[in-house]
C-alpha cells in the first residue's frame, strides 16, 4: 500500500504519472455490470449482498487498471437505515415513502443504529479480500446538507421545493437533523476505516441549491464538525479526506478547511485556478467534464491532456471526472482518456 499513487497523491507529493479513478466507475455504462444489475429490481437490495458488492466494485479495476477503489453502495444506506421507506424504481431514482415532512418527523425519528449498515461493512471486508493487495479502497458518505435535503425532498428532483421551502419555516429543526445525520455519517465512515477502508470522500452533492451563507449554515458547518470528530478519533485520524463539492456558490479556496486532504472539483471549476489557490495545502482531484466522453477520441484525448499539463507539477493531482460517469457512455471511451491520462 506504501506504493499506491493515489495514497501518495493524497499525502501531496508529485507523482510522475497521476493516479486516475473516477466517480460511479462501477456502475450502468458497464455491461458486466448490466449483467449482475438485471438480477435485481431494488438496486438498493444489491446493496445489501456483500459478495455481489465487491464483486461490482472489482469490475472496472480489471477493465481499466484503475489507480483506487471505491466501495459499491450508495449514500442513501444511512437515510433507509432510518426507515425513511427507501426504494430505487426502474429509471426513477430514488424515492423515500417516507420523507421526513415535519418537524414532528424529525422529533420522532428513530435513533440511528449504525449495525443496520453492517452489510456495508461486510462489503468493505469483501471488497478488500478480492481486491489487489496494494490497491486502495475508498469509503464514502454524503454530506449531512445532501443527505437531509433527499430525506425531506422524499428523493431526487429538479428544484428541491420541498427542501427549500422546508428550510425556509423550520430552519431550527432542520439543523436537529443536519446534527442527527453528522453523527450517523461520523459512526458510519469510523466503522467502514475499522472495516479496512483507507481513504474516505464526503459527496456534497446538493451543494449547488445553497446560496453562499446557506452553504456555510446548513452544509460547510455540519461538514466540517463531521471532518473534527473523524480528525479527532485515533480510529480515523490517519485516514485521509476528500470532499466534493457540487457546483457551490463559493470559491473552492474560501470552503477547504483543515482536516481535509483533498478537494475534488465539480467540471464547472477552473481547475489551473484552484491549483494556484490551493498550492501546497490541499491535493486536488478532477475534472474533466464527464459529456467529453460523449465526444470524438480526439476531443477527450485533448481535453485530458489539458487538464493533466496544467496539473503536471502540483504536489497532490489524482486525476478523476468532475462528476459521475453517466449509463451513456462507451467504456471504450473511457479507456482513451485513461490512456491519454497515463501518457
Ligand atoms: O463506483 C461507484 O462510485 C459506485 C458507488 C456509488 C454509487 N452511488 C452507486 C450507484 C457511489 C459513490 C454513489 C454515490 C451517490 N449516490 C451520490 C453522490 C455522487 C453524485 O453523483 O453526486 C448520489 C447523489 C447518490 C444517490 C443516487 N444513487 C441517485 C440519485 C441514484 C439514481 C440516479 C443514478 O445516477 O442512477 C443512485 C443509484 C445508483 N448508485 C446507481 C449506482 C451504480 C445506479 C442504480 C442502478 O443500477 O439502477
Redesign the pocket.
Known amino acids: 500500500m506504501k506504493d499506491s499513487i493515489f495514497l501518495k497523491a493524497l499525502d501531496q507529493k508529485i507523482n510522475s504519472v497521476p493516479p486516475v479513478w473516477f466517480?460511479?466507475?462501477?456502475?450502468?455504462y458497464l455491461p458486466e455490470y448490466q449483467a449482475i444489475?438485471k438480477n435485481y429490481t431494488n438496486?438498493l437490495d444489491m446493496c445489501k449482498q456483500p459478495r455481489t458488492c465487491a464483486e461490482l466494485?472489482l469490475q472496472?479495476i480489471e477493465r481499466f487498471k484503475l489507480d483506487a477503489s471505491?466501495?459499491?453502495?450508495?449514500?442513501?444506506t444511512i437515510p433507509d437505515a432510518l426507515n425513511l421507506g427507501l426504494a430505487?424504481h426502474e429509471g426513477e431514482?430514488?424515492k423515500f415513502s417516507r420523507p421526513i415532512s415535519s418537524p414532528e418527523d424529525i422529533k420522532n425519528l428513530q435513533a440511528f443504529d449504525v449495525n443496520a449498515l453492517d452489510y456495508v461493512f461486510k462489503a468493505v471486508e469483501e471488497t478488500k479480500n478480492i481486491l489487489p493487495r496494494d490497491l486502495p479502497l475508498i469509503g464514502?458518505c454524503?454530506s449531512p446538507w445532501?443527505l437531509a435535503a433527499y430525506s425531506i425532498e422524499g428523493g431526487?428532483s429538479k428544484n428541491f421545493s420541498k427542501t427549500k421551502n422546508f428550510m425556509a419555516d423550520h430552519p431550527d429543526a432542520l439543523e436537529e437533523l443536519l446534527e442527527i445525520l453528522t453523527d450517523a455519517c461520523y459512526e458510519y465512515l469510523k466503522q467502514q476505516v475499522l472495516s479496512g477502508v483507507n481513504a474516505l470522500q464526503i459527496?456534497d452533492?446538493w451543494a449547488d441549491l445553497l446560496l453562499i451563507e446557506e452553504l456555510d449554515k446548513f452544509s460547510l458547518r455540519y461538514t466540517h464538525k463531521l471532518v473534527q470528530l473523524l480528525k479527532q478519533d485515533s480510529v480515523t485520524s490517519g485516514t485521509p479526506i476528500i470532499l466534493f463539492e457540487?457546483a457551490p456558490k463559493k470559491r473552492i479556496v474560501d470552503i477547504a478547511f483543515d482536516g481535509i486532504s483533498c478537494m475534488s472539483l465539480h467540471w464547472q471549476e477552473d481547475i489551473g485556478h484552484v491549483a494556484n489557490d490551493l498550492k501546497n495545502r490541499f491535493s486536488i482531484q478532477g475534472n474533466l467534464n464527464p459529456k467529453i466522453l460523449l465526444g470524438s477520441d480526439e476531443l477527450i484525448w485533448r481535453e485530458t491532456r489539458k487538464i493533466c499539463t496544467q496539473m503536471n507539477d502540483f504536489p497532490g493531482f489524482i486525476f478523476n471526472l468532475g462528476?459521475?460517469i453517466t449509463p451513456d457512455i462507451n467504456p471504450a471511451k473511457v479507456m482513451i482518456m485513461i490512456e491519454a491520462t497515463r501518457a
Do not use: E, V
Open positions: 466517480m460511479r466507475q462501477a456502475g450502468r444489475r438496486f466494485a472496472p471505491i466501495l459499491f453502495s450508495d449514500i442513501l430505487f431514482g430514488p464514502f454524503g445532501t431526487g459527496f452533492s457540487k462528476h459521475g
